[in-house]
């Protein structure tokens, strides 16, 4: 069982806006900043936003992050085919003192 | 461009050692903190460890005492060593670089990930 809960899946429609939350605790999110990872099919995990709500170099801004209390969450808009993927938060955990990932989230384009 | 690229066995033995090692190209291992994170089939990210070019090390609680990170910077390399595997380290293993913050926020996020190594645990 993860220490951050993610919903087990997600869909949505080409050109629609999906959010993807993560709950977390007052020892992760909550005193922490928020990462979010975009994992493709066969693929190793790729760095889609850090510290809450940036972008690295080269992800569209389609990809949005915000983070509120001990809740993060994850917008895609204008929704594509590609984006299909499985996602997850992470954050340093204070108790853990290490980092924590969220069970991941299961992002189908229907 | 940074780079990375694990390697070692494929297949591990219950109650043995498994040896994975992270080579950086592109970049020197003495600048970041390293990661190895491994994926179980079908479930989600677990974080193992990570290593600062100095030695230093901290690990998850949860493996803490099967798991050893260690770097070699004349080879440019990281290393993970867990012991007394079972079944259940059956994953994939990736090595990342670490993009860590420490102060009042603490950052940690791994902007440059390995193409990960399947390693099965079988007699």
């Known amino acids: 069982q993860s220490v951050m809960t993610q919903p087990p899946s997600a869909s949505g429609t080409p050109g629609q806006r999906v959010t993807i939350s993560c709950s977390g605790s007052?020892?992760?999110?909550?005193?922490?900043?928020v990462y979010w990872y975009q994992q493709l099919p066969g693929t190793a995990p790729k760095l889609l936003i850090y510290?809450?709500?940036q972008r690295p170099s080269g992800v569209p801004d389609r990809f949005s992050g915000s983070k509120s209390g001990t809740s993060a969450s994850l917008a895609i808009s204008g929704l594509r085919s590609e984006d299909e993927a499985d996602y997850y938060c992470?954050?340093?955990?204070?108790?853990?003192?290490?980092?924590?990932f969220g069970g991941g989230t299961k992002l189908t384009v229907l | 461009q940074v780079q990375l690229q694990e390697s070692g066995p494929g297949l591990v033995k219950p109650s043995e050692t498994l040896t994975l090692t992270c080579t950086v190209s592109g970049g020197s291992i003495s600048s970041n903190y390293w990661s190895w994170i491994r994926q179980p089939p079908g479930k989600g990210l677990e974080w193992i460890g990570y290593i600062y070019y100095s030695g230093s090390t901290n690990y998850n609680p949860s493996l803490k005492s099967r798991v050893t990170i260690s770097g070699d910077t004349s080879k440019n390399q990281f290393s993970l060593r867990l012991s007394s595997v079972t079944a259940a380290d059956t994953a994939v293993y990736y090595c990342a670089r670490v993009m860590i913050t420490f102060g009042g926020i603490i950052g940690f996020g791994m902007d440059v990930w390995g193409q990960g190594t399947t390693v099965t645990v079988s007699s």
């Open positions: 992470a954050a340093w955990d204070g108790g853990l003192s290490g980092p924590v």
């Open positions: 510290r809450n709500n």
């Open positions: 007052r020892s992760n999110i909550g005193s922490n900043f």
